[in-house]
């Protein structure tokens, strides 16, 4: 199957600090990638779905100006958590559409542990 | 409407024996069903996806069985073994531009040696 790679794969920060999340479809191009919030034994909770060249769109009761998407090219989509909060502690997943067929597969990456302390 | 229901939220199985996870959906305009194995600080991994034109898909150990009059779909694990030992989530999407999952609530299984 397709790759999909992130990084860090864990990070540690202060409260009040930004976050950037990288996601990178290694061996396909993606025009679309999907970010993901997981919390401890509960299932994953989409976030937003990233377009590349356009503006994301965010679920209700994400914030968009405090989880910033940026997908400026087929290959890479970033997720900055803005002025993170301890209540952002969570495990971000991103994932990506493999474009092939009926472009129904969606391929994880390995995720990110973010703990603000 | 895009709710997705899955049970047993836990399952226990001895190595070789069968693990059977089921879910059911309401919106019958979802056209696309995968499982997805997820290990402890993993990301999920696609495992098999079954669409509703067909009733059975077989993969080598796992089997999705769909049952579309139902609206319903189950993951049989055959010869279980500790490896397999994870948490599993089904899925669905409609198809379209976006394609976003909906995820079910997830199963642990936990295969004893």
């Known amino acids: 199957g397709a790759v999909v790679s992130q990084h860090p794969s864990r990070v540690i920060c202060k409260s009040g600090t930004s976050v950037k999340i990288e996601c990178r479809s290694l061996?396909?191009?993606?025009?679309?990638m999907f970010w993901y919030r997981q919390f401890p034994k509960q299932s994953l909770m989409l976030m937003a779905t990233?377009?590349?060249?356009?503006?994301?769109?965010?679920e209700q009761g994400v914030e968009k100006d405090k989880f910033l998407i940026n997908h400026a090219s087929l290959t890479l989509s970033t997720l900055t958590v803005t002025s993170a909060h301890p209540e952002d502690s969570s495990f971000y997943i991103c994932?990506?559409?493999?474009?092939?067929?009926?472009?129904?597969?969606?391929?994880f990456g390995p995720g990110t542990r973010l703990l603000v302390l | 409407q895009q709710q997705v229901k899955q049970s047993p939220q836990s399952l226990i199985v001895q190595k070789g024996g069968i693990s059977i996870i089921n879910c059911a959906y309401e919106n019958t305009a979802f056209d696309y069903f995968p499982w997805y194995q997820q290990f402890p600080g993993k990301g999920p991994a696609l495992l098999i996806a079954?669409?509703?034109?067909?009733s059975e898909k077989k993969e080598g150990r796992f089997t999705i069985s769909f049952n579309k009059s139902a609206k319903q779909f189950s993951l049989h694990i055959m010869d279980s073994q500790p490896g397999d030992s994870a948490t599993y989530f089904c899925?669905?999407?409609?198809?379209?531009?976006?394609?976003?999952?909906?995820f079910g609530s997830g199963t642990q299984l936990t295969v004893l040696p």
């Open positions: 899925a669905a999407s409609i198809g379209g531009s976006a394609r976003q999952l909906t």
């Open positions: 061996d396909f191009q993606a025009t679309t």
């Open positions: 079954i669409r509703p034109d067909v």
């Open positions: 994932s990506a559409r493999e474009p092939s067929g009926r472009g129904e597969t969606q391929y």
């Open positions: 990233s377009n590349e060249g356009s503006k994301a769109t965010y």
